[in-house]
T-cell receptor
Framework: KAGVTQTPRYLIKTRGQQVTLSCSPI?????VSWYQQTPGQGLQFLFE???????NKGNFPGRFSGRQFSNSRSEMNVSTLELGDSALYLC?????????????FGPGTRLTVL | SQQGEEDPQALSIQEGENATMNCSYK?????LQWYRQNSGRGLVHLIL?????REKHSGRLRVTLDTSKKSSSLLITASRAADTASYFC??????????FGQGTELSVKP
């Protein structure tokens, strides 16, 4: 099976702009989670989508939003970008089986805000 | 917020040596997972250990879990230069949200 794919891999934006990141989970996986990684805060959970519904949300401002489509692909949007939004954004595809719950990550999108 | 802490923050060893990383967490868990990350790339899933398991092996990896101490360790035996990476433990908050430690930076010198 193909792994989790994320596009684009690199992005440069300026303050005040908005950005949309895309994630395609592993075929058959219906849950997609998003994480932000920065040197200062480490890896932090943004939100999780399952069957097109947001199921869980981290502690981020409303400028961060997401959605999931019927084919399980997910997009994440950040509006009114700030310098502090520069980070690696990781998407994870989740698989549950017989008491285990494993999340598989994509390569990430490196966002730089100037 | 970080669930736990990893120890050490950085570890430098020679090829062929064993590397041990420790992780502590704060709340009860369903399972604990270990991930590897190379130079700011995506996270690679290494191993998952359930809360009712005490030890698990996968190739050169050995993971232990002590739920009474809320701690886990990852042992990489016979390290190789290609093992150079950051290693993270992550716990599930029972709602599917993974909570990561700060990670251990492992450097394996040839």
């Amino acid at each position: 099976k193909a792994g989790v794919t994320q596009t684009p891999r690199y992005l440069i934006k300026t303050r005040g702009q908005q950005v949309t990141l895309s994630c395609s989970p592993i075929s058959g996986h219906r849950s997609v989670s998003w994480y932000q990684q920065t040197p200062g805060q480490g890896l932090q959970f943004l939100f999780e989508y399952f069957s097109e519904t947001q199921r869980n949300k981290g502690n981020f401002p409303g400028r961060f939003s997401g959605r999931q489509f019927s084919n399980s692909r997910s997009e994440m949007n950040v509006s009114t970008l700030e310098l502090g939004d520069s980070a690696l954004y990781l998407c994870a595809s989740r698989y549950r089986e017989l008491g285990t719950d494993t999340q598989y990550f994509g390569p990430g999108t490196r966002l730089t805000v100037l | 917020s970080q669930q736990g802490e990893e120890d050490p923050q950085a570890l430098s060893i020679q090829e062929g040596e064993n590397a041990t990383m420790n992780c502590s967490y704060k709340t009860s868990i369903n399972n604990l997972q270990w991930y590897r990350q190379n130079s700011g790339r995506g996270l690679v899933h290494l191993i998952l250990i359930r809360s009712n398991e005490r030890e698990k092996h996968s190739g050169r990896l050995r993971v232990t879990l002590d739920t009474s101490k809320k701690s886990s360790s990852l042992l990489i035996t016979a390290s190789r230069a290609a093992d150079t990476a950051s290693y993270f433990c992550a716990t599930d908050d029972r709602g599917g949200k993974l909570i990561f430690g700060q990670g251990t930076e492992l450097s394996v010198k040839p």
